[in-house]
């Protein structure tokens, strides 16, 4: 069985089975690399966050948000830390997995090498020792067998049986095929082949089949045979079963690929910066080095709630895209693993889709696609479910707990970076923020026109452009570095030595924080620069440093300096002036006098007092707030400031003081200070008022004479020495028909008619050598061209050169003769073109002495002067005219007559013509105080009479007709007078008690009866004089209102119409009309509806009843009739029918009795009222259900003292009582005693009958409109018809009152009724 | 096809009536299920603890209109507001003693309500309502 050249052979199997081990070492090795490959990558990004924070410390030491950022940040490069070293964790614990399978493949080829070398001692063993290795042989569980080089079995030991399941003497003399499948029987020829050429066989591993065909991994040793010659005759094999360990190293395959996935995960969130790319990338992983089928990741749409893919990789075949959208709501389409893992935040496995329920929607998709397993992931951002991961593999059971801790890392990892996107999106808009502001601050900082510098306890460390240039250098560098007080003089201004000044300063600005001060600085050139410095304390770095700003004051100083000087020379200038100048800072409110003021004021003790107390006390106490406002409205730019007033010195005498200042302002307007000089105007004002005296006395001389020449009615003038006129009085218009300034300036002459120039201009010479003149007369041209004669007194004024004059009109006589004469040539003009006809008779045959030709047209006469009265118009003798002429003439009475009608030949045809005359016939009286004449006026007013006369009888007409209308009507005018109404607005009016329709009469005012009327109350007449006014001023065409107007014996309505009178005048007509009896027939209409609704409900209720509460008992008896005849019927059975028969009559009795209660309530309208007592009632009904009272022990408490009885139908009102309170009685809660309380209230119009239980109440919400129906009921266990209530409310409108309810559960019930308090009803 | 044991729902307020409707059932279906209820509520509560609910067998109801706490309509009403499944299970009847057209018509409109059957319920009904 054995020989030396097999032990050689076994020798080179345990060489080659060391080498194997030994490359297994290795692949533990290269894993132990690869994971220190990672912890290096780790380490890396610990590093890269520790970049990360140290970055941001120095970020955050400049500025408050950049610490917070870094505390973020520190946080999330934590959280990353932590998770590196649990995958680190992860690999260490994978690394130690790999050792024990590498342990264990080294144990198992251990052992079949011992077996080899026991293998090999056999062959130099004895029989005794051959027997104990074949029991060491028989008893091993390793399968041992040997064949032939043929292949051909010869020996077959009981682990051999077991395992293949063949008998030794099955299987010895058989091929060795047999134990191998046919696909891979070359191989085993090919091992058989290398044993023959002595050639290295190698340990290996095979599959081989059983005698029942399954086929198994198995290990197999070889080593030949040889004889003792040393040829190799055969081979022995030694064969393991080992199904397990392959299962167990493809589990290490496996869990290393999802290691490697989870790795590469890792490492890609690292790199990716967006969420697309991440989720895509996740899914490559997933396929490229997961080897899963499919990987997809879904987001959560919020709105449908449904899962939106958003990447995918592998074998898809638009899965995603055909599939049932998955839900995230608890509904088929989100059962599957992936609407699970998202609504219940976990991941949900599916080890095997073909047989999950829950898959049923994805099955068929899944089959075709071959996806046999499936897990999802919840994804989540802060803590919220987004999204899921879900992947899918090809076969069956994939995922188990080893590769779920893994993928859910991974999962994890993707949830990381989806928060660390955001993270660090908002990381970028902080840093962005800080770089902006540092950009700000840097750009203030070098091109601020201010000179900007840092200084430290070093000096100046920066300084910007405008700092160099100020201080007259040529480049930072030779600021930088030098102490303030290297680049000051010595000595500031105030003598400090500036280094010990400096340090000072910069200590107050360290101890406050800021500080602002003067300086003065040494420019490079060595000459003076005044700066104002800002000094900023600020921790830059860690270092105490301060932000300096330097603002050039060297102008102002210089300014300052030259103002000193000019205030001097002003100061000498205006004290040798008698002058003061003030100056007051209008911003702190503080004025300051020079020298000359206080002189000026004459104060003497001017340290005691300010100068603005100096100032007040001083003024004179009229002017002070005057002067004040003076001031103010300076300030505020209303008006310059120049005044003057008094002050009062201490002997109390007055000066005059003149005040003028200007405002100094800034840039924006603000006033800042105000100066101003004052100084001694007394003796000029003393002047003026001596002046304003004299001047006055002169004006009121020159008054009192303008005053008498005015008032004189000649003309007096002064002239001067050329003739023209100096001063006229005011006669002169009335003489001239010149007004007085016409004439002033003007020379006299021009006015002398021509023909008097001579004598007058001879005159005025005379007079004005000194001879004074009276009683000169010319004439002047009047200003209408008339010719004026004037007599003229004159005399000469020699000192003042001036002609004094007094003209006289003396033309009175002559201008009254010519007057008559006008008037008579008037007198006839009129006459002949009077609109009258008009003439003269003269004589006792009244002969026509004048006619104008009006008359001449009246009479159709022609020359009738000198002819009598009777020979022109002989037609008038027998009408009377003559007679009443001579009546005139003889009497000297005058006499008119009107309208009077006179027939008349017009056409001298002998036919007479009516004319309507109005006429007035007036004596002429002579001298001797007799009648000379008679002057007549007559007016043809015949088409005046005719057309009124027409007229007339058309308002006859008409007038009739308004009259005998039944409507009110009146015209109103605009101002609300009545100024016409017809015969029934009268007597309307005389019904209602106006007597002497001093109210609605015409004349009266409808406006004022209307607001009279509404300032009472009453809307309607308010409603109307709008009506009235809105129609008058047509902003309506017309107004109709309609109101009721009841007096106490009959009820009344009108309608009231108010219309534009046609025509242009502003007038309305006001129709008012009695539309009672339409109203009352409309009442009617509307009361034969309501009762007909009223009935049709009724008939409906009835209806209802018969189809409803009348049918069931009905329908109950039918069908246990119908029960009776059924033979089955047990004796028990029969009873109960029997009792519900009973029970169903009883109730149809009890409907039908109802119904008829209730007919006889509808059809007892009208029965006889009587006076009821409550009380009363309430006793009856205590007594008639006395037994019930005690037995549910019911307690009726009566309140009737405010009303006591009614007139009313008392079976009606017994009936409400009884049924309320057996309502009560029916409803009371069972552990609870009954009181029912009644009260009855009066008020102005109402009694009120209150009835109030404390039983267990109604659900109003419930029952509602339903309370008081018919046959409803709203307690289950009480008995009851539901026929009370609505009887109660029935009975409760048939006497014209109103029920209402309140009720509470378990508190109580309380019913309200309320009927009118008509005692005469 | 007549069910094997036949779930009947009774609601009325007339004890009476509901008597006769059992006796008359279970005299034709003597296997028959039959439950009633005076108070439509306590219908209600029954009907919607157990019928409505998933894996339940069908059953059929016969309701009556005129109830004193709850009509027949305000009864089907509370179904319709708490279960969207009742039509499915619960075959309605309307077994009421009116003769007024107007129930008739009405119940007619209603989906939910398969017929109305006039008081009182005769056992050619009860057959009726088995096919």
């Known amino acids: 069985m054995t020989n030396k050249s097999d032990s050689e052979q076994l020798i080179i199997a345990k060489q080659e089975l060391v080498l194997q081990n030994k490359e297994k070492g290795k692949r533990a090795a290269e894993l132990v690399i690869a994971n220190k490959e990672l912890a290096f990558q780790n380490v890396k990004k610990e590093k890269r966050a520790a970049e990360l924070v140290i970055a941001n410390r120095e970020l955050a030491f ?61 062959a130099f063993l004895n029989n005794e020792q051959q027997a104990l290795f074949a029991s060491i042989v028989n008893s091993s569980s390793d399968a041992m067998l040997s064949k032939t080089l043929d292949g051909i079995i010869t020996s077959w030991n009981p682990g051999a049986e077991n395992m293949f399941g063949y008998k030794p003497d099955e299987i010895i003399g058989k091929h060795v095929f047999i134990l191998i499948p046919e696909h891979l029987q070359n191989e085993e020829l ?54 397990s360990n392959v299962i167990a190293e493809k589990k290490l395959i496996k869990s290393n690929r999802m290691y490697a996935f989870t790795s590469a995960i890792n490492q890609m969130i690292v790199k990716t910066t967006d969420e697309i790319a991440l989720f895509n990338e996740a899914c490559n992983i997933a396929i490229d080095i997961g080897k899963f089928k499919m990987a997809w990741i879904g987001m959560i749409d919020e709105a449908t709630k449904k899962v939106i893919p958003l990447a995918h990789a592998g074998s898809d075949d638009e899965y995603l895209s055909k599939m049932t959208s998955i839900s995230i709501e608890d509904i088929p389409a989100g059962r599957g693993p992936t ?33 046999l397993s499936s897990i999802a992931f919840p994804i989540r951002k802060f803590g919220k479910v987004v999204g899921a991961y879900s992947l899918y593999a090809p076969v069956k059971n994939f995922f188990d707990d080893t590769e779920i801790a893994l993928l859910k890392e991974a999962a994890g990892d993707i949830s990381f970076a989806l928060e660390n996107f955001d993270i660090a999106a908002r990381h970028k808009v902080a840093e962005d923020k800080i770089i902006e502001s540092e950009e700000v601050f840097r750009r203030l900082f070098n091109e601020s026109a201010d000179a900007t510098l840092l200084l430290d306890d070093s000096g100046f460390t920066r300084c910007n452009k405008s700092a160099v240039n100020i201080l007259g250098y040529a480049k930072k560098k030779e600021v930088i570095g030098r102490q303030p007080w290297d680049i000051s003089p010595e000595k500031q201004p105030d003598e400090k030595l500036s280094k010990e000044k400096a340090k000072a300063m910069i200590a107050k600005a360290l101890k406050d924080g800021y500080n602002s001060f003067e300086w003065l600085h040494v ?86 007092r300010s100068a603005y107390d100096c100032w007040a006390s001083r003024l004179h106490p009229q002017d002070l707030e005057r002067v004040k406002e003076d001031i103010q409205n300076a300030i505020a730019g209303r008006k310059d400031y120049d005044t003057d007033f008094r002050i009062v010195l201490d002997d109390s005498s007055v000066r005059y003081i003149k005040a003028s200042a200007v405002i100094e302002q800034d840039a924006e307007g603000n006033a800042l200070h105000m100066i101003g000089v004052n100084w001694d105007i007394t003796e000029l004002k003393e002047k003026e008022k001596q002046l304003i005296f004299t001047s006055n006395g002169l004006q009121r001389a020159i008054n009192d004479l303008n005053k008498i020449m005015d008032s004189s009615l000649d003309v007096i003038c002064t002239v001067d020495a050329k003739g023209n006129f100096l001063r006229v009085s005011a006669a002169s218009e009335a003489v001239w028909g010149y007004k007085p300034e016409e004439l002033i300036g003007k020379p006299l002459i021009n006015f002398v008619y021509n023909e008097d120039n001579e004598k007058t201009q001879l005159t005025a010479a005379n007079v004005m050598t000194g001879n004074s003149l009276n009683h000169f007369e010319n004439r002047y041209v009047h200003k209408d061209g008339s010719l004026v004669p004037i007599e003229w007194s004159a005399r000469w004024d020699k000192k003042d050169q001036i002609r004094y004059g007094i ?157 005998s209308l039944s409507a009110h009507l009146a015209v109103v005018n605009d101002k609300g007078y009545i100024i016409s109404i017809n015969e029934a607005w009268t007597s309307y009016a005389m019904q209602n008690g106006e007597t002497s329709m001093e109210r609605t009469g015409i004349g009266s005012n409808y406006f004022e009866v209307c607001e009279k009327a509404s300032m009472v109350g009453d809307i309607n007449a308010a409603h109307v004089l709008h009506g009235m006014k809105d129609v008058l001023s047509k902003k309506i065409k017309d107004f109709y209102l309609e109101y009721p107007c009841h007096s106490p014996s009959e009820e009344e309505w009108f309608g009231l119409r108010i219309v534009k009178f046609e025509g242009d005048e502003p007038l309305i007509l006001v129709v008012h009309t009695n539309i009672t009896e339409r109203i009352l027939a409309e009442n009617e209409r509307i009361k034969i509806t309501d009762d007909l609704i009223s009935r049709n409900q009724d008939l409906e209720q009835f209806t209802y009843i018969v189809s409803h509460n009348l049918r069931a008992p009905v329908a109950n008896i039918k069908g246990l009739s119908d029960m009776l005849g059924d033979e089955s019927l047990s004796k028990d059975e029969a009873g109960i029918v029997a009792k519900n028969l009973l029970s169903s009559v009883n109730s149809l009795d009890n409907v039908i009795v109802d119904l008829n209660n209730i007919l006889q309530l509808k059809s007892e309208g009208s029965k006889t009222r009587e006076c009821v007592v409550f009380a009363e009632v309430v006793n009856d009904i205590e007594k008639s259900i006395h037994s019930v009272m005690l037995r549910e022990n019911v307690k009726i408490v009566v309140q009737f003292d405010e009303v006591s009885e009614m007139i009313t139908l008392k079976s009606y009102l017994y009936s409400i009582f009884y049924n309320l309170i057996s309502n009560s009685i029916k409803y009371k809660r069972p552990d609870v005693h009954l009181v029912i309380e009644i009260k009855s209230f009066l008020t102005k119009d109402t009694i009120e009958i209150i009835f109030k239980d404390n039983g267990r109440g109604i659900d109003l919400k419930k029952a509602g409109d339903h309370m008081f ?53 | 096809m007549m ?129």
């Open chain 1, 339 to 371: 609407g699970e893992s998202l609504r219940e935040d976990i991941y949900i496995v599916c080890n095997d889709i073909e047989n999950d329920s829950d898959m049923a929607p994805w099955k068929e998709a899944t089959g075709e696609r071959g996806y």
């Open chain 1, 190 to 243: 090919e091992i058989a082949k290398k044993i023959r050429n002595r050639e290295k066989v190698e340990f290996y591993e095979a599959k081989r089949v059983k005698k029942d065909g399954t086929i198994f991994n198995a290990s197999l040793t070889i080593s030949p045979i040889r004889d003792w010659n040393g040829n190799i005759t055969g081979a022995s094999k030694i064969i393991r079963d080992i199904t």
């Open chain 1, 62 to 122: 400049e500025h408050k948000e950049k610490e917070k950022r870094a505390e973020e940040l520190i946080i999330a490069n934590k959280e990353l830390a932590f998770q590196n070293i649990k995958k680190e964790k992860r690999a260490a614990e994978l690394v130690i997995a790999n050792r024990e399978l590498a342990f264990q493949n080294e144990k198992r080829h251990k052992r079949a090498e011992e077996l080899l070398i026991a293998n090999e001692e056999l």
């Open chain 2, 3 to 131: 069910m094997k044991q036949p779930h009947f729902i009774i609601v009325d307020d007339d004890p009476t009536n509901n008597f006769i409707t059992k006796r008359v059932i279970k005299k034709i279906s003597p296997h028959a299920d039959v439950i009633t209820f005076t108070d439509p509520e306590e219908g209600l509560d029954c009907i919607l603890s157990t019928i409505v609910k998933p894996n339940s067998g069908e059953a059929i109801l016969l309701l009556d209109i005129n109830m004193p706490t709850m009509t027949g309509w305000q009864f089907i009403e509370h179904l319709e507001q708490e279960s969207t499944v009742f039509s499915e299970r619960l075959l309605i009847y309307i077994l009421s003693s009116s003769v007024d057209s107007a129930d008739k018509e009405r119940a007619k409109a209603n989906p939910h309500i398969i017929d109305y059957i006039m008081k009182p319920l005769r056992a050619e009904a009860v057959i009726h309502l088995l096919e």
């Open chain 1, 1269 to 1321: 129906g018919l046959y409803k009921r709203f307690h289950m266990d009480i008995e009851g018809k539901g026929a009370g209530l609505f009887i109660v409310k029935s009975q409760v409108e048939a006497l014209g009152g109103k029920i209402s309810v309140e009720s509470e559960i378990n508190k109580g019930t309380e019913f309200k009724i309320i009927f009118a308090n008509k005692k005469n009803i």
């Open chain 1, 807 to 963: 003209a006289r009109d003396v033309t009175e006589k002559k201008r009254l003769e010519k007057a008559i004469e006008t008037e008579r040539q008037q007198f006839f003009d009129l006459f002949s073109e009077a609109p009258s006809s008009m003439g003269v008779l003269s004589g006792p045959d009244h002969r026509f002495e004048m006619a104008n030709p009006l008359y001449l047209q009246l009479i159709g006469k022609k020359d009738i002067i000198g002819k009598s009265v009777k020979d022109v118009l002989p037609e008038v003798t027998e009408q009377g005219f003559i007679q009443i002429l001579d009546s005139v003439y003889q009497t000297g009475e005058t006499f008119s007559a009107n309208e009077m009608i006179i027939k008349l030949d017009v056409n001298n045809n002998g036919k007479l013509v009516d004319r309507y005359l109005s006429f007035l016939y007036q004596p002429q009286i002579g001298r001797d105080g007799k009648p000379y004449g008679i002057l007549f006026f007559i007016v043809d007013v015949s088409e005046q009479v005719l057309s009124r006369k027409k007229i007339e009888e058309r308002e006859v007409f008409n007038r009739s007709v308004v009259n």
């Open chain 1, 523 to 608: 420019k490079a050139d060595g000459t003076e620069l005044h700066v104002e410095v800002m000094l900023t304390r600020i921790t830059l770095k860690g270092v105490q440093s301060y932000y300096t700003i330097w603002r050039d004051i060297t102008n102002r100083k210089k300014a300052e300096g030259k103002i000193k000087i000019l205030a001097n020379r002003l100061r000498l200038a205006t004290s040798s002036a008698g002058m003061g100048i003030w100056d007051r800072d209008l911003v702190n409110n503080q004025l300051v006098w020079d020298e000359g003021m206080y002189s000026l004021f004459e104060i003497y003790e001017k340290e005691l």
